[in-house]
Nanobody
Framework: QVQLQASGGGLVQAGGSLRLSCEAS????????MGWFRQAPGKEREFVAA??????????TDSVKGRFTISRDRDNAKNTVYLQMNTLKPDDTAVYYC???????????????????WGQGTLVTVSS
């Protein structure tokens, strides 16, 4: 069982930056993918970024490429994944969720149904 705790959301002006953190209890195995999803008011949950724990291979949705960076702690003592968000836009306003899943095939990394564990969400509000 894995429990996820997301934090770091807040209110920021357009063009600003925020860093979200997701701490996983228990040990993230090398077969895990860690993902970030977001859900804006009235919209469906959408994929933002993902990282494979062992290889650090990353994947991003097109709208955040070049602005967001997903990363993990350098050592395995802290099972924490980060989402550095730069040049934020009002369209980035959403509740951001971190998620974890095992043995996800590449073609399914962006699908919420591939992830077994979810954090509680953290609100990011970008003002214009």
């Amino acid at each position: 069982q894995v429990q996820l705790q997301a934090s770091g959301g807040g209110l920021v002006q357009a063009g600003g930056s925020l860093r979200l953190s997701c701490e996983a209890s228990g040990r993230a195995s090398n077969s895990f993918h860690m993902g970030w999803f977001r859900q804006a008011p009235g919209k469906e949950r959408e994929f933002v970024a993902a990282l494979r724990w062992s290889s650090r291979h990353t994947l991003y949705t097109d709208s955040v490429k070049g602005r967001f960076t997903i990363s993990r702690d350098r050592d395995n003592a802290k099972n924490t994944v980060y989402l550095q968000m730069n040049t934020l836009k009002p369209d980035d306003t959403a509740v951001y969720y971190c998620a974890a899943g095992q043995r996800i095939i590449y073609s399914a990394i962006s699908q919420a149904s591939s992830y077994d564990y979810w954090g509680q969400g953290t609100l990011v509000t970008v003002s214009s």
